[in-house]
């Protein structure tokens, strides 16, 4: 399923620039990739919350308080693509997609750092395994933010490489 979620974000990607679109923009092109983002989306957000509710599960660090702020993140992923970002314009539209889009995004990359430092006090070879990767992973997505300038599909398709990825090693840590 990584796989075709990388596939399906580069698929998505490509129908515009990849230097200067992304998701965002694209979904803006017209309303039928409109619908096609807010499918994405919605499959995306649901892989992600069913496979780090397993590793958290799996590590037996899950609890209440955990459970719900995943559900508000995958909802908020969700319904930040429900609605339209019109590049050039201040309108309410666009915070009720950024706003969202970008407190999930980066949500989500706390919770794969913090089940990777959880597992500092589980099993220190794994942790320095998966740490050092993240980390490296992590500047090459600062990197490219910093050169590109902007988010766009390169980077886009970097950070769901570098989730996925992460989301795989932890998968199989027994």
Do not use: W
């Amino acid at each position: 399923m990584n796989y075709l979620i990388l596939f399906s974000t580069f698929i998505i990607c490509i129908q515009d620039s990849l230097m200067y679109s992304n998701i965002t923009t694209i979904s803006s092109m017209s309303p039928t990739l409109h619908i096609v983002v807010i499918i994405y989306t919605t499959i995306t957000s649901l892989y992600y919350y069913l496979n780090i509710n397993h590793i958290f599960k799996k590590l037996n660090i899950y609890n209440d308080k955990f459970k719900i702020s995943f559900i508000i993140t995958t909802l908020l992923m969700i319904f930040g693509s429900l609605f339209y970002y019109k590049e050039g314009i201040n309108c309410l539209s666009n915070y009720l997609h950024l706003i969202p889009s970008m407190l999930s995004t980066i949500a989500l990359y706390i919770y794969l750092l913090y089940v990777i430092y959880y597992l500092y006090k589980y099993d220190l070879n794994k942790y320095n395994k998966l740490i050092n990767k993240f980390k490296y992973l992590s500047t090459m997505l600062i990197i490219f933010i910093v050169v590109f300038t902007r988010i766009n599909s390169y980077i886009e398709l970097f950070y769901i490489f570098i989730i996925n990825y992460e989301i795989d090693q932890l998968k199989n840590i027994n």
